[in-house]
Each structure stands twice: as C-alpha cells, then as structure tokens.
C-alpha cells in the first residue's frame, strides 16, 4: 500500500507540524533539507509529506488524493468542503474580527456598510447571521488599507496581536471566531485506512495534550 | 458577444469511445445483476416540477438545483436526486401494486456545485429501491444487493452500516434548539471533534451528551458495539444498536469480511429522509463514496401513499472511472472489408456474415485496395477482406 500521504500548508503551519513530528518520533530530515521538492518522505517510508498552498489542501485532501491535511480554520472556513476535521492542532492560534477605524461607531447610521476581507465568504456569513446586508469587496493584500483609503467601512480579517490594527488606527469591533490549525482527512481514506489514521491521530493528539 | 458554441457547460463532459464501452458494461452488469434479483426497471423524466422536492430535507439545497420554468411559469427542475422522483412515482403510479415492488434506475442526476471543484453536476446513479416492506429481511436483502453489485463491478471494496435512529435518540435527550442539534449532527458527520466538544461542553455531564461526543469515533468492527453498550442510554437507542448488530453479524454471516463491512455509529447522511438503517460504500482509489443507501419510512407519506422503503444508487460515472484504470477493451476492430468497384452490395453482404460473428468489422470506403491497406495498418486492423469475383482473405 502506498504512504499515508499527508498535505501540509507553506509556512509557519508546515514547521509547526514538522516539529510535531519530529517529537511523536518521525524522522523528518528529508522535510528539513527539502530544496525545491514538493513531496517528501517522512520516518521510514510509512508517511509522505506534500507541500502546498492552503486552500489547495483542502481540495487535495477532498479528492484524496492525499489521505490528510494540515490546514488552518481561517481556510476551512472560507472554502469549506467535504471532509473529516479530527483534531485541533493548538497551534496557530489566532482569531477572525471585525475590524474597523477607531473611535468610530462600526453600527451608527442607515446606510449599507461595506467590508474589505481576503475571507469574502466568512465576512457575509457573519453579517447573515445579524441580518445586515452589506457589500464584500475581495482584496487580495493589505486589507488594513481599505478603510483607510475610504473603500470601504471596515475590514473582516484574521487577527493575532492587533499591532498592525493599531499601527494602522483600526481597533477590533466584535470577534468572529478562534481559528487554529487541523488535521483533516479524507472520508474514503478514513474508512479504508483506519488504524493507520487513528494511530496517527492519537499520537499527535497525546503529544499535544502533554505539551499542553 | 462571446458564443459559448464549442465547450460544455463546467461540470460536464462528453464521454468517448472507450470510457463509453466500459461504462455500458458496466450497467450491463448492474442491470441483469437487479433483474436476476427480481427488481424491475423504471424510468422518470429527466425534469420535475420543484414541488416534489420541496420541504423533503433531502439534503439539497434548492440553489444547487438546476431549476427553470414550464410554459406556465411553473418551476421545473432537473433531476436533482433519484429515490424522490422513485417514491412520487410509487406513491401515485404503484399503489396497488402488491408488495413488496422492488424497482431499479438508471440515470443522470443534476445538481449545480461549487465552481472549480472538480466535482460533476451530471452524475451517473444506477440504484434500486424495495419499497413496501420493512424489517431485517428487507434491510439485509437491500444490502445484500449493494455488496454483490460492488462485487461484480469492482471486486475489492468496503460497507459501512449505521443507523439514523442512533443520532436521533440521543439528540432527543439533549436540552438544545433545533439549529444547534443541526450544529452537532454536522460535526458529528464531518468527525470534527473539536467542534463538537465546543458544542457539547456547555451541557455538563449528561449521558447523552457523552455517548455523542463519542459517536464520530465509534467505527470499525464488532468492537464498536461492545464500546457503545457502554456509552449509550436509553431503551430506544439500546435496541437500535441491538437491531444493527443483528443486521452486522448476518452479513457476516452470509460471508463479508471484515474488510468489507463495517459500522459508523456517526455516519448521519446529510438526507434527513432516512429513517433506518443508513450505508455507504468506498472502494480503493476514490476518494468518495460510490454507493449511498439507507431505510426511508416516512417518504412516501408526502405523496399519499405512506410506504416503508429502502433503497440505494451506485455512482456508475465513479466505477467507470475505477474499471477504467484496471481494464483496456478492445477499441481495434477485428476485419476491414473492402469491395472492388461494382460489387459494393456484395461486399456488405460479405460484412453483415462476419458482424454475425461477433467480429467488429469496418467498411472500407476507399476506391482501390491500396488505399484500404494504407487505412488497415494505420489503424491496426489485423485482416482485410477483399470482394470482387471472389473473396480473398489477407492477414496484416
């Protein structure tokens, strides 16, 4: 049978995950020294990691062409998709809010607000939710920009410290929802390569219960 | 204005030559497979009035019908599902019918899905229902059929069997409003247990609450139900696990291995319609499931004709997909025959006697026999049958 093959997001999500691995006893240093490989051995064969961007994680794992992903909440939430979310990593911790200039009531006044968000999805969710209506535009960068540049009333965004909020005269109106990284998995995968999956799972979710 | 003459809506395609072989074999298959079991074929048509479909929790949402209107102004829609279209036509057609009918389908459903996916809004299902008739005989033939349909098309594969009741029994004990008790089953059939345990948390320690945080995680083999007579409470849900291990340990019985029939006490299929047993299946190298099912008591109810029913559909385009990694039929024909000037008539005589025979002729419809030759090597045609006066045989 093939390697477990497991999608890790580029990035801080990647390293966090290595790190975990490293430490339930994989053997990662093909991960470590990766050049410019996309898919890499991890331990003695049994699992093979796969690089790539967020949401593509989702589609890869959807497909199963690769059994389980490390992905964060923020892109769950934005994509959404047909799989298993087992297990909240702990890592990657931050949170998604509205934000908008500071000193300024979000809420006064009849007309319909526009929002700026990376997350146009999670942003009318949250307003379907109150029952506002309002405009999404998508930006791709510095969403921080767009209220100041008069685009638009607020921003929905992910949010760790709020320093860059702060440097840019935003402040948090209400919180979303925290967001941290998963592990998902394929449906198929799930029932065709159970014990493999669970004792994975269970050895990570140990790990971070004893780090925790 | 941009024509959009030369390309297929997204989410459909043509389907050519060989994948249309393999996939014709493949319901051939399936079909004489049902009839030899009894089950008669029917057709529905293509578009139903959106009515049928309305307020049956089938699981899909009205934006991803594809909808339009009679000449009426009435709303139509295409086929969005197959067992509803099964039941209205039982319900009004086949009511006085003795029972049990058992009926198979064969035929494209429509559903309009995320852009850019992947995913097919034309998919293949070929299923059964046997309607008229409740209880282990019924729920064990039904799945009976599905394992040896999935036998026949595709050899290896695994069936999971789980139950509605068990969910329902146990939402019923939880103190929570309609939308979060939605909120769980989600994160119980998406086995995302962290958010599950952010819903169940603020419940304390009750029982129920419990047994459901427990539930995504029960599956696998008869283990599972020792596990669960643990966790669970309540009559009604003790007797439901009672019923479904019966039900496990016939098939068991009648030979599935463990490999190929498992239980998910937390499978809770998104059609809200199932009352009963619920199934699935899922075979290597596809990352979905391929077969659907489950018991929908209460169905027929809304068209008139209150029925006990249980049925499921195989996704035939995902089979097609599967035999078409493992086999290559023969797309070469076996003879091209060629007539010489004047004796064209002769020829398709000589053409029909070989196509008798079960061989896949061509016709050449080239002037001179070089031509013919030139045609019968470049499409790797073995024999070619030249007739004039005579009949001549010439091996490539």
């Known amino acids: 049978m093939r390697p477990l093959r497991i999608a890790l997001t580029k990035g801080r999500l990647e390293e966090k995950t290595v790190e975990l691995f490293e430490r339930i006893g994989y053997d990662c240093t093909k991960v470590r020294e990766k050049g410019r490989k996309l898919i890499l ?67 006064a006044g009849y007309a319909a607000k526009t929002i700026a968000s990376k997350y146009p999805n999670v942003a009318r969710r949250f307003f379907e939710g109150k029952n506002m209506d309002i405009r999404v535009i998508r930006i791709e960068g510095s969403v921080e920009l767009a209220p100041l540049l008069g685009l638009s009333d607020g921003i929905v965004d992910i949010v760790e410290t709020g320093t860059t909020l702060k440097e840019n005269g935003l402040a948090v109106v209400e919180d979303i929802v925290p967001i941290s990284a998963r592990l998902i998995v394929n449906a198929a995968s799930m029932k065709l390569r159970k014990q493999e999956i669970e004792a994975l799972t269970e050895k990570m979710e140990a790990e971070i219960a004893k780090k925790a | 204005m941009k024509r959009y003459n030369k390309i297929t809506p997204e989410g459909t395609k043509d389907v050519l030559f060989r994948e249309c072989v393999v996939r014709r074999r493949v319901e051939d298959e399936l079909a004489s497979f049902f009839a030899a079991r009894s089950y008669r074929e029917v057709m529905t048509p293509g578009i ?93 033939e039904a799945i009976s059929c599905a394992a040896e349909a999935l036998e026949r098309c595709v050899g290896r594969y695994r069936i999971e069997i789980g139950h509605a009741d068990v969910f329902r029994s146990l939402a019923r004990r939880l103190p929570v409003s309609e939308e979060v008790r939605e909120d769980i089953r989600v994160a119980i059939e998406s086995k995302n247990y962290a958010e599950l345990s952010n819903l169940l948390d603020p419940l304390g320690d009750l029982p129920a609450a419990a047994a459901m945080r427990r539930l995504p995680r029960l599956f696998g083999g008869a283990e599972v139900f020792e596990e669960a007579a643990e966790l669970m409470c309540g009559e009604d849900t003790l007797q439901t696990l009672g019923y479904l291990r019966t039900l496990y340990e016939a098939l068991c019985r009648m030979g599935l291995s463990s490999e190929q029939v498992m239980v998910d006490l937390g499978l809770v299929q998104r059609n809200n319609y199932y009352t009963g047993v619920v199934f699935s299946a899922y075979v290597e190298d596809w990352g979905d499931a391929v077969l659907f099912g489950g018991r929908y008591d209460n169905l027929l109810e809304n068209f008139g004709c209150p029925m006990p029913a249980v049925g499921f559909s195989v996704r035939v385009d995902a089979i097609t997909g599967l035999r078409m990694m493992q086999e290559e039929p023969a797309d070469v024909p076996d003879v091209l025959v060629h007539s010489d000037a004047g004796f064209e008539a002769r020829g398709l005589q000589v053409l029909n006697k070989y196509a008798q025979k079960e061989l896949r002729c061509d016709n050449s419809l080239f002037e001179s026999r070089e031509e013919a030759r030139a045609y019968a090597e470049t499409q790797g045609i073995k024999k070619i049958i030249f007739v004039s006066d005579e009949i001549e045989e010439v091996c490539l």
């Open chain 1, 41 to 107: 051995p991890v331990g003695s064969g049994e699992i093979e990691v796969v690089l790539a961007k967020a949401a593509d994680v989702l589609t890869y794992v959807e497909h199963g062409v690769c059994d389980m992903g490390v992905v964060g909440k923020d892109t769950i939430l934005e994509h959404g998709g047909h799989f298993f979310e087992v297990l909240d990593l702990g890592f990657g911790r931050c949170r998604f809010a509205l934000a908008a200039p500071s000193g300024c009531d979000f809420y």
């Open chain 2, 48 to 140: 139903e009035f959106y009515d049928v479909f309305e307020g049956l929790e089938t699981g899909i949402l009205p934006e991803n019908m594809y909808k339009t209107t009679d000449q009426h102004g009435r709303l139509v829609v295409l086929r969005p599902d197959s067992t509803v279209p099964i039941a209205r036509l039982a319900a009004t057609r086949l009511q006085n019918l003795p029972r049990p009918i058992r009926l198979f389908y064969n035929h494209p459903v429509y559903r309009s899905n995320v852009q850019l996916t992947g995913r097919s809004d034309e998919t293949d299902e070929f299923g059964i229902e046997l309607l008229g008739a409740s209880g282990l005989k019924a729920d064990l």
